[in-house]
């Protein structure tokens, strides 16, 4: 019963350094989701990917690359992270026109 | 593009009321989810209403989809304290892999 997993939890960086959010789900869905979520702002989508080795952006891509690496697995790297990037990253999965189902997040704080 | 407006952001009742909770879209909805945050955590999948019309319950909370499908209500009947978090209203984006949100109903329920 384990779902959408996504590590680390909590993070902290410094301005300029890198780092990959992981994200895996078990319910065999074609579709994975990183979303920020920052407060007065709702959830904005950074990219997707509709299924295993394609990938699209979102609303608000800049400073981000994901990978695809199998059905199970998609993961978001921030190559220079910069305060604006401090936020709240969820994952999420799901099949097209279904719910989606979302990880526990990972709260990232940019120094 | 298609928006999705909650209504009210926040709202702080006492133990036993009853509230509702407005979503409301600039577009015809196609799928419309309610999904519960607590806070410093996930998002929780409640419902989904397809149909115009259609009303779902669980427990005391229960989701109305209007018959023209542009707005959906969120009721819960005889609040308790374990209803407090967040709570968004998502939707289908059209002819994409791609879902909207509201920005939430924040909801605290004294004892």
């Known amino acids: 019963n384990a779902g959408v997993t996504q590590t680390p939890k909590f993070q902290v960086l410094k301005t300029g350094q890198s780092m990959t959010l992981q994200c895996a789900q078990d319910?065999?869905?074609?579709?994975m989701y990183w979303y920020r979520q920052d407060p007065g702002m709702g959830l904005r989508l950074i990219y997707y990917?509709?299924?295993?080795?394609?990938?699209d952006k979102g609303e608000v891509p800049n400073g981000y690359n994901v990978s695809r690496l199998n059905k199970r697995e998609f993961s978001l790297r921030l190559e220079s992270a910069a305060p604006s990037q401090t936020s709240v990253y969820f994952c999420?999965?799901?099949?097209?026109?279904?719910?989606?189902?979302f990880g526990d997040g990972t709260r990232l704080s940019i120094l | 593009s298609q928006e999705l407006e909650q209504s009210p952001q926040s709202l702080i009742v006492q133990e036993g009321k009853n509230l509702t909770i407005n979503c409301t879209s600039s577009?015809?909805?196609?799928?419309l989810y309610w999904y519960k945050q607590k806070y410093g955590e996930g998002l929780i999948f409640l419902m989904m209403l397809q149909k115009g019309g259609e009303e779902k319950s669980h427990e005391k909370i229960t989701a109305k989809l209007d018959e023209k499908k542009q707005q959906s209500s969120l009721h819960i009947t005889a609040s308790q304290p374990s209803h407090a978090g967040i709570y968004l209203c998502g939707a289908d984006n059209p002819g994409t892999y791609k879902y909207i949100f509201g920005t939430g109903t924040r909801l605290k329920v004294l004892a």
């Open positions: 577009k015809t909805l196609y799928g």
């Open positions: 319910m065999n869905h074609n579709s």
């Open positions: 999420a999965s799901s099949e097209v026109h279904q719910p989606q189902h």
């Open positions: 990917s509709a299924s295993e080795g394609t990938t």
